[in-house]
């Protein structure tokens, strides 16, 4: 490669940075609806998932002056955990977590019509646990080795949480409708979610993990 060649090149992304850096950037918020399973990575049919809240706020950042593809970093408030309906001690056991979550998506976006649009993205997320307790009913005092009768706090030595999250934004799908956001997102974490080990059904070990989706409605300002 010459020194001719090198210009062209560095040129052409300059040239395509101003074109980006022209676009605008639009603010959002959104909300909505979080099923969760905080067990995400020894599930079975004990658990019934945990049903929660987000809320936050970002900010959609286009990469082309296509306005097809766009970075969205947001900041948000979500509540994540598990529901048991444990077969042999019966009753019900509810995990109930708060996170301080930032997300990252990549996001791309294609016209339907005069005002409709699909979008289709991926990304990662980092968060932290800022509350969350353990609780029963009827009677458990117990479940996997973890007592919740007390209803302790899920991150103290008793339960052993972890209050760091990392994972994938598996996907988010969902269309725009002029200002209006429709999001359905699928969230896998990737650390094992207690920091305590300890075995059930004399074979498995209970290694935790979040799972969460979510239903949101936003708006793009």
């Avoid at 959609?60 to 444990?86: A, H, R």
């Avoid at 042999?88 to 019509?113: N, S």
């Avoid at 920091?195 to 935790?208: H, V």
């Amino acid at each position: 490669m010459n020194a001719r060649q090198i210009v062209i090149i560095l040129t052409s992304v300059l040239l395509s940075a101003t074109d980006v850096v022209g676009q605008e950037i639009h603010p959002f918020v959104k909300g909505g609806l979080t099923i969760g399973l905080f067990d995400g990575f020894a599930a079975s049919k004990e658990d019934v998932g945990h049903m929660g809240f987000n809320f936050g706020g970002g900010v959609q950042i286009p990469l082309s002056k296509t306005n097809k593809t766009f970075l969205e970093p947001s900041l948000n408030l979500i509540s994540k955990g598990n529901v048991y309906e444990p077969e042999k001690a019966g009753g019900r056991v509810t995990f109930d977590l708060l996170f301080v979550e930032t997300q990252v998506d990549l996001v791309f976006r294609g016209r339907m019509g005069s005002h409709w649009v699909f979008v289709v993205g991926t990304g990662l997320y980092g968060a932290y646990g800022i509350g969350g307790k353990a609780t029963s009913t009827n009677g458990v005092t117990w479940y996997r080795g973890i007592p919740v009768g007390g209803s302790p706090s899920m991150y103290d030595d008793v339960v052993g949480a972890n209050r760091w999250d990392v994972g994938w934004r598996f996907v988010t799908i969902g269309v725009d409708y002029h200002h209006f956001m429709f999001r359905l997102e699928y969230e896998l974490g990737f650390l094992e979610q207690f920091n305590k080990t300890f075995y059930y059904n004399s074979s498995e070990k209970y290694r935790g993990g979040n799972a969460s989706y979510s239903l949101n409605l936003g708006y793009r300002f």
